[in-house]
């Protein structure tokens, strides 16, 4: 039973963007489709409007497979009708027909809150704030469907990527070596978790690890951006100029699918070993450590990775070191869910330590209590801010595959 349930999961996730079956309706070779301009994403807060805003992009170059760092029979294709095709034996067609058959958002639309109520308190989002202090909210109820939003926020290339099957929702910077991608979803996992690929290169990369791991850019990675994970609620109350991502997006979907979360209890079948997406764990690390679909916060300074998981360490300020830098990470345990900043407070680099105390944190050196986001709302340093530090929130079983050497807290 656990199993159909599964099965019926990965048809839900996808089932308004699936394509149609490979065997009756091919897509035409690269060299066939007709040109078309590329379009760079930009955010617009416009009206809602009938006409379709998402772009559309020529055919990336073909997927350059003799450069890969992962095994390509591990890198496996869903087709959306019970079935699936390893990389290693998949056709260029099969490729290009379910290239974006979930589909991302290129241009966003973005809305201010309360202009359509459907998203609730409890509902978790992947939150950003910009260099100029703009926030902006992406509904993972939303993100369960679309997974990747491309956008350009204060002149910064940036990429919000979310995987259901792994919880993992991460923002990166899209700048490699000076060149600004744009991503799109190959329809393709590895160890349980989405590919992207990029339109410039069609390197395809792993999410969670925000690395390339097949095609021209292979080896290249991803700079994560300070995000967060939280309820709507606490985003809001701190954040109440927020902007969120609309469900008017241009894609023809039923605004009814964004109202149910059909992996609320995905993580329950990982933990209980019923996966349908198979992925390798270290049995010793896991049963010992953090179960697989353990909700886990990684930060990574220097060459140093550490992982926290908050359904365990509770409503806690974390004071702790990374790579010679002090760090703190506010921990939310309803919720499974934690913001990180550095412990210096600029400009005058006094290192602070924190505390929970009565649904506050409070730092002992000044006795000011700080929010969730970093900023002190009363006491001596009323208006600071400490500096949100880059991190990763997923299941530990993603998170551990991306880098065998990350550090658990709390693990001797």
């Not at 590919?195 to 690395?211: A, I, L, P, R």
């Not at 700080?370 to 990763?392: F, H, I, M």
Request: charged content about 20%; hydrophobic content about 35%; proline content about 8%.
């Amino acid at each position: 039973m656990a199993l159909v349930a599964l099965a019926t999961i990965a048809f839900v996730a996808c089932e308004s963007e699936s394509p149609e079956s490979p065997a009756s309706s091919p897509t035409a070779p690269a060299e066939e489709v007709a040109p078309q301009p590329t379009v760079r994403p930009t955010a617009t807060t416009e009206p809602s409007s009938p006409v379709v805003r998402q772009p559309t992009f020529p055919p990336p170059p073909v997927l350059d497979r003799s450069k890969h760092s992962v095994d390509m029979s591990d890198i496996y294709f869903d087709r959306f009708d019970g079935s699936t095709t390893k990389l290693s034996s998949a056709s260029n067609e099969l490729i290009d027909l379910l290239r974006d058959a979930i589909k991302p958002i290129y241009q966003p639309r973005y809305e201010d809150p309360g202009v359509d109520d459907w998203i609730e308190p409890g509902d978790l989002i992947v939150g950003y704030v910009s260099e100029s202090g703009d926030a902006y909210a992406y509904p993972i109820k939303f993100l369960n469907f679309h997974e990747i939003v491309n956008d350009v926020i204060d002149g910064v290339p940036l990429v919000v990527t979310y995987c259901p099957l792994c919880g993992s929702g991460i923002v990166f910077g899209s700048r490699v070596d000076g060149q600004a991608l744009v991503f799109g979803n190959t329809s393709a996992l590895y160890n349980s978790d989405m590919v992207m690929f990029d339109h410039e290169t069609g390197s395809y990369w792993f999410q969670t690890g925000g690395e390339a791991v097949v095609g021209e850019l292979t080896g290249e990675r991803l700079e994560p951006l300070a995000s967060s994970v939280m309820g709507w609620g606490d985003w809001i109350a701190i954040h109440p100029n927020t902007k969120v991502l609309s469900r008017d997006q241009g894609l023809g979907a039923r605004d009814s699918q964004y109202l149910r979360d059909p992996f609320s209890t995905y993580a329950s079948f990982i933990n209980e070993g019923e996966n349908r997406y198979p992925f390798p764990v270290d049995d010793e690390l896991v049963s010992d450590d953090l179960r697989p679909a353990e909700i886990v916060v990684a930060v990574a300074i220097g060459d140093i990775e550490r992982a926290y998981a908050p359904g365990r360490i509770g409503d806690s300020a974390v004071n702790d070191e990374i790579g010679g830098e002090p760090v703190v990470i506010f921990s939310r345990g309803s919720g499974s869910f934690a913001t990180v900043f550095s412990r210096r407070l600029n400009p005058d680099d006094r290192q602070l330590e924190f505390e929970f105390v009565d649904g506050m944190f409070v730092d002992s050196q000044s006795g000011t209590e700080w929010n969730l986001a970093g900023l002190a709302v009363s006491g001596e340093l009323e208006g600071s801010r400490l500096d949100p530090l880059p991190s990763r929130r997923a299941f530990w079983f993603s998170i551990s595959i991306s880098n065998q050497n990350i550090e658990i807290y709390g693990n001797e």
